[in-house]
């Protein structure tokens, strides 16, 4: 009998010591992607070169996003901690 796919997907989770990479590995991603396809499509316009342009644009922006993030975030946790009032347990 095979596991079922819930227990496949829980095994293979990362230690919760990698959240401080992951998030903003995932994050730059996202935010690379949409940010480069936006500033794309406004300069060169929905052609042909797009499709060929806009995965350039998006890993120069990732290479510059991602190593961004490292040292922003916690600066922007402690921003937003300080604008936001915390949930009370």
């Given amino acids: 009998m095979r596991p079922s796919s819930h227990k496949v997907l829980k095994?293979?989770?990362l230690p919760a010591s990698y959240n401080a990479l992951v998030m903003p590995f995932v994050l730059s991603i996202?935010?690379?992607c949409i940010v480069s396809a936006v500033a794309t499509l406004i300069n060169a316009g929905w052609t042909t070169g797009f499709v060929a342009t806009w995965p350039y644009a998006w890993g120069?922006?990732?290479l510059v996003?991602?190593?961004s993030l490292l040292p922003v975030l916690p600066i922007v946790r402690r921003i937003v901690?300080?604008?936001v009032d915390q949930p009370t347990s």
């Fill in 81 to 83: 901690a300080a604008i």
């Fill in 30 to 32: 996202l935010m690379s």
């Fill in 60 to 62: 120069a922006s990732w």
């Fill in 11 to 13: 095994s293979r989770k």
């Fill in 65 to 67: 996003g991602f190593p």
